[in-house]
């Protein structure tokens, strides 16, 4: 399967918001990086991520394009309120192997009532 088609699948299962089927598309060495954070490191800690994330906030990718360059896919995206953002995707043996996401995460605490860091 090629890195766009993962991506698409990812962003499917990620409006699910089920953090352990996400999971599964994460080798157990990948590296996820949101530039407003601190890169999460490992499977499990993905994961971890991913629980904590959906359970704070209901999120809705929404797929404005997807493009492709060798093991690379890139995903540009919106959510229902308004957010943009993009992620970059590192496909290896058919699982992400690293992730950076490029969003306004003050816009984002804002828009979901959530704390916002001092």
């Excluded at 890169?39 to 629980?51: D, E, N, Q, R, S």
Aim: some cysteine.
């Amino acid at each position: 399967m090629q890195p766009k088609q993962i991506v698409q699948q990812w962003v499917d299962v990620f409006n699910e918001g089920n953090a352990d089927k996400i999971a599964t598309f994460y080798a157990d060495n990948a590296v996820n990086h949101q530039v407003a954070n601190e890169p999460v490191v490992g499977k499990a800690a993905i994961h971890k991520m991913f629980t904590d994330e959906f359970a704070s906030a209901e999120m809705v990718c929404i797929v404005e394009n997807i493009f492709q360059d060798g093991d690379w896919a890139i995903l540009e995206w919106k959510d229902p309120i308004g957010l943009r953002g993009c992620g970059f995707f590192q496909i290896e043996n058919g699982l992400i192997l690293f992730q950076r996401g490029y969003w306004d995460k003050l816009s984002f605490l804002k828009a979901h009532n959530l704390p916002i860091p001092t």
